[in-house]
């Protein structure tokens, strides 16, 4: 019985293992995009976030028109950089892509500018 009792309790904590090792893995197998982008009022906001949270791997999204931004995360092979920035151009806006470091500097530069 203490046999059976310490084997349960092997696997549960192996099953927990594997589980915390898989979330970790989804996690890494996350992508970040930016783009600049040429939205003219909250519309063209609504638009973009109303198209881009259904292409396919979007697990995150941040279409902001103070700053002309947008940021995707999605799951690497379910799409690509080229493809998101493909729906953005056919909603008829520009998407030219940025690094994130610069992505976080226009949105900060808008938050100053609206305070």
Do not use: W
């Not at 092997?10 to 589980?19: A, C, R």
């Not at 992508?31 to 600049?36: E, P």
């Amino acid at each position: 019985m203490k046999n059976f009792i310490r084997l349960i309790i092997v696997g549960f904590g192996l099953l927990l293992f594997i589980s915390s090792a898989e979330a970790q893995n989804k996690e890494s197998d996350l992508v970040t995009v930016c783009f600049k982008s040429s939205m003219d009022c909250h519309n063209c906001e609504i638009t973009l976030n109303n198209y881009l949270k259904f292409e396919k791997g979007v697990k995150d999204l941040k279409v902001d028109l103070a700053s002309n931004t947008i940021k995707v995360v999605y799951k690497s092979g379910k799409n690509t950089p080229e493809n998101i920035a493909k729906g953005i151009k056919k909603k008829g806006y520009e998407a030219n892509s940025i690094s994130e470091d610069e992505y976080k500097k226009l949105l900060e530069a808008a938050t100053t500018k609206q305070k």
